[in-house]
Every structure is written in structure tokens, then in C-alpha cells.
């Protein structure tokens, strides 16, 4: 069973930026996409973005145009680059299959807090 690490998480202020790492102990390069997703407190979790093997990332509206979701299959590694960050993306953020896939098991998450 692959496992996944989430790392890069910290307090940022708003306008700031952070990289999210997300490291599986085995390979994703057949995964055909690969997903981050985010638990804000008292919220259900929520699709992100995803990044296919092949093809266009996808991205849910309200981080359009200032995350990008990348992979690196040799490194087994799927990155999520956050510019302008707002208050209300402050979540735990975890990364697995994209949906429609089977789920890994769930890694502990990397949390993520905009706040002046």
C-alpha cells in the first residue's frame, strides 16, 4: 500500500505564498491523476486541484488562477504551488488519487494558515 506525505504547511499572511509537497512511498507514475484536496475546520473535505498523467490540471474555482498542482513521476512527488493566498484557504491539505480512482490510504495532511 502506497504511502503518502504531505509536507510544506506553515502560518502565512495573506498575499503570501507557500509549496506543498507531497511525497508516495511508491510509484504514481501509472496513477492516471493525482488530486490536493483541503479540510477547513467544520467543512467537508474538497477537491483542490488535480494533475493527470498526461493532459490539463484542473482546478476547483475558488483557487483558479493562483495554485498550480505539478507531479514529478521519478521523484513520485505531486507539488501545489499557492500565490496569493487568502484567509479562506486555511485547511489541512492532503494529497491522493483523483477521484474516481481508488484512494490511498489518507496521510496525515500538511496544515495551511492565512492569517495577519
Known amino acids: 500500500q502506497v504511502q503518502l506525505v504531505e509536507s510544506g504547511g506553515g502560518l502565512v499572511q495573506p498575499g503570501g505564498s507557500l509549496r506543498l509537497s507531497c511525497v508516495a512511498s511508491?510509484?504514481?507514475?501509472?496513477?492516471?491523476?493525482m488530486g490536493w484536496y483541503r479540510q477547513a475546520p467544520g467543512k467537508e473535505r474538497e477537491l483542490v486541484a488535480v494533475?493527470?498523467?498526461?493532459?490539463?490540471?484542473n482546478y476547483a474555482d475558488s483557487v483558479k488562477g493562483r495554485f498550480t498542482i505539478s507531479r514529478d513521476n521519478v521523484k513520485n512527488t505531486v507539488y501545489l504551488q499557492m500565490n496569493s493566498l487568502k484567509p479562506e484557504d486555511t485547511a489541512v491539505y492532503y494529497c491522493?488519487?483523483?477521484?474516481?480512482?481508488?484512494?490511498?490510504?489518507w496521510g496525515q495532511g500538511t496544515q495551511v494558515t492565512v492569517s495577519s
Open positions: 511508491g510509484s504514481i507514475f501509472s496513477i492516471n491523476a
Open positions: 491522493n488519487t483523483a477521484p474516481g480512482i481508488r484512494f490511498f490510504a
Open positions: 494533475v493527470p498523467r498526461g493532459g490539463t490540471t
